[in-house]
């Protein structure tokens, strides 16, 4: 049953995104990193490498169409699809010289396509902004096909794990930055992008309802067993970014995920969490 604090929550969540599309990759440039852009396509990749059918995948929360991008070469048809308009024009501008490209303002909570429609459902940065995440995933079960993938990604990590990143961007990698400025090197950094006239109706307490907690790789791992799933690949990642789009050093350490990563139980222990899995019932 939804109740009145779910739509509270939706309501905050179109009010918010509609502000924050037209500035989405100033406020998070982690999220379209060089880093990041790698293990999009990997895992996208690999999905397009085992699936069978290519007709439609469908981008849940597509956002300004990060994801979707890289959907786009593989599927006959893909539908980005969002509760903000906003952000959906923003995807539109961005894509618009892919004719397979479809928009939809919906609840991803209440997903408005037939059941068995999809070989792809992908979800990115999502699941934190759901009054109730996992009925959305029971959603996704739907309207996926037998044999479907669905890819979560870009998700918070468990609470524990974030302190400690909380901890390591205050006092390690700002302090790198600040050193840097003070060499003087802020003229090789990159310019500082002043968004305090663009954030009037900004509302991340509102928004990011399960960040607080965060996800585990075992919590999703388990969910989507229950309703089906063969997970393939459960694992966190990305530890640095610090503005990772603008300046030599940022995107040094940007980079530097790239050696982490090979690090044991790194895939345990990053910031975000994602999920690739196989609809087998």
């Known amino acids: 049953m939804v109740g009145v604090e779910d739509f509270d929550v939706k309501r905050a969540n179109i009010r918010h995104h509609d502000v924050e599309a037209e500035i989405f990759e100033r406020v998070h440039p982690e999220g379209s990193s060089i880093y990041e852009r790698a293990k999009v396509s990997k895992s996208i990749a690999y999905i397009v490498q085992n ?17 979707t991008g890289f959907e786009l070469p593989h599927y006959r048809m893909v539908v980005a699809a969002d509760i903000s308009r906003k952000m959906l024009e923003v995807a539109r501008k961005r894509l618009s010289r892919w004719e397979s490209l479809n928009l939809v303002v919906c609840d991803a909570e209440f997903l408005p396509f037939k059941d068995g429609v999809a070989d792809l459902v992908s979800v990115s940065s999502v699941l934190h902004n759901l009054p109730r995440p996992f009925s959305s995933l029971k959603e ?11 890819y979560v990604t870009r998700e ?13 961007d205050g006092f390690v990698v700002q302090k790198i930055l600040r050193i840097a400025r003070f060499l003087r090197f802020k003229r090789f950094m990159g310019r500082n992008v002043d968004l305090n006239t663009c954030l009037d109706g900004l509302d991340y307490a509102k928004v990011d309802v399960h960040y607080p907690t965060g ?23 990305h530890w640095i970014y610090p503005d990772s ?14 050696l982490v990563e090979r690090l044991p139980l790194s895939n345990r222990l990053g910031r975000y969490v994602s999920v690739i899995a196989e609809k087998t019932a």
């Open 51 to 67: 699936c069978g059918a290519k007709d439609l995948c469908i981008d849940v929360g597509c956002g300004t169409g990060f994801v």
């Open 140 to 150: 996704v079960s739907h309207v996926l096909k037998r044999d479907g993938f669905v």
């Open 156 to 168: 918070p990590s468990y609470q524990r794990f974030r302190r400690f990143f909380d901890f390591f």
């Open 215 to 237: 996800f585990h790789t075992v919590q999703l791992s388990q969910a989507f067993a229950m309703l089906g799933f063969k997970v393939v690949y459960a694992y966190s990642h």
């Open 245 to 258: 789009n603008r300046g030599w050093l940022q995107i040094i350490l940007t980079k530097s995920n790239f």
